[in-house]
Nanobody, 121 residues
Framework: QVQLVESGGGSVLAGGSLRLSCAASGTIFHINAMGWYRQAPGNQRELVADISRGGVTNYADSVKGRFTISRDNAKDTMYLQMNSLKPEDTAVYYC???????????????WGQGTQVIVSS
């Protein structure tokens, strides 16, 4: 079993910054792609950013230039630095990871429990 635990959410004023972390633990051989998703009330869950094991990144247009995704493979941890936050960034942010638990070429998709981000104007 694999657990993903997010931290770093909170309430900030517009223009402020937050840094989210996602720590993976459990039976892990290695982690393939990881990503951050968010879901605002009444909306579908959407991709914010993702990162390959080798560090190739991809961002939603709405966060380009403001958010930075990174990871530390040695610590099985991913980060999301969020700057210039806007009220429309308010959502529950979820961590996602594609994990290989053993050397066998089989991986599984895991989600964290989510962390709330509230940006007020």
């Amino acid at each position: 079993q694999v657990q993903l635990v997010e931290s770093g959410g909170g309430s900030v004023l517009a223009g402020g910054s937050l840094r989210l972390s996602c720590a993976a633990s459990g039976t892990i051989f290695h982690i393939n792609a990881m990503g951050w998703y968010r879901q605002a009330p009444g909306n579908q869950r959407e991709l914010v950013a993702d990162i390959s094991r080798g560090g190739v990144t991809n961002y939603a247009d709405s966060v380009k230039g403001r958010f930075t995704i990174s990871r530390d493979n040695a610590k099985d941890t991913m980060y999301l630095q969020m700057n210039s936050l806007k009220p429309e960034d308010t959502a529950v942010y979820y961590c996602n990871a594609d994990v290989r638990p053993t050397p066998e070429p089989r991986s599984y998709d895991y989600w964290g429990q989510g962390t709330q981000v509230i940006v007020s104007s």
